[in-house]
Nanobody, 114 residues
Framework: QVQLVESGGGLVQPGGSLRLSCAAS????????TTWYRQVPGKEREFVAR????????NYADSVKGRFTISRDNAKNTVYLQMNSLKSEDTAVYYC???????WGQGTQVTVSS
């Protein structure tokens, strides 16, 4: 069955960096685009970034453009989200998603605070 497992979240100071990972299994990983979303309690999930199956095409929300980088290693069935210059408003639970079939991971908490 399709599984997506996020990791790498934690507590970081403003201006710091974190790298999130999304490990996938149960499907032909390189054939599918993967997206990152985030959610703050009381708000809807917000699109963060997307990467095509082969990794040649990426898209970002305006709020993270220039600070976050999405990438993937198809040999490891893993998508990454490198987050730099973190701000308090980046605090959220981060989810990865396989759009086709609407599969989500369980999420990983990122907290940006001094």
């Amino acid at each position: 069955q399709v599984q997506l497992v996020e990791s790498g979240g934690g507590l970081v100071q403003p201006g710091g960096s974190l790298r999130l990972s999304c490990a996938a299994s149960g499907f032909a990983f390189s054939r599918h685009a993967t997206t990152w979303y985030r959610q703050v309690p009381g708000k809807e999930r917000e699109f963060v970034a997307r990467i095509s199956g082969a990794g040649g095409s990426t898209n970002y929300a305006d709020s993270v453009k220039g600070r976050f980088t999405i990438s993937r290693d198809n040999a490891k069935n893993t998508v990454y989200l490198q987050m730099n210059s973190l701000k308090s408003e980046d605090t959220a639970v981060y989810y990865c998603k396989r759009p086709i079939g609407d599969y989500w991971g369980q999420g990983t908490q990122v907290t940006v605070s001094s």
